[in-house]
């Protein structure tokens, strides 16, 4: 019984080119997917370490959590920041949480209403 099931597929008519077709359409949808999601994303995130790296004392940036600050000071060995939000208010912000500079209109997102 198996020996005549692999009989019939070893005759069974072959396509040509049968394996890489039928991987076309994965391939087809993974290159689709990489410039729609991924190149995309990972130029954005290229910028955005960029913008980190840039960072000076005295510049306004926008924080992930919609705090808008002057950069008074730096800790490297933590990876904090320390803006100042108002006269004698100091805060301690994560490095990686600063989404922007201030003046940038790519960092600001003003809501539509």
């Given at each position: ?25 994965m391939l087809f ?74 003046g940038e209109s ?8």
């Amino acid at each position: 019984m198996i020996l005549s099931m692999i009989d019939l597929l070893q005759t069974a008519p072959r396509q040509p080119g049968g394996g890489l077709i039928q991987f076309l359409p994965m391939l087809f949808i993974f290159v689709i997917f990489y410039f729609l999601l991924i190149a995309p994303m990972r130029k954005k995130q290229k910028r955005q370490q960029e913008l980190l790296g840039q960072l000076k004392k005295g510049d306004e940036v926008v924080t992930g959590g919609g705090l808008f600050g002057r950069i008074a000071a730096f800790d490297e060995t933590r990876g904090v920041v320390i803006l100042q939000v108002a006269d004698n208010v100091k805060i301690k912000v994560l490095r990686t949480s600063i989404v922007g500079l201030a003046g940038e209109s790519e960092a600001v997102v003003t809501p539509t209403s």
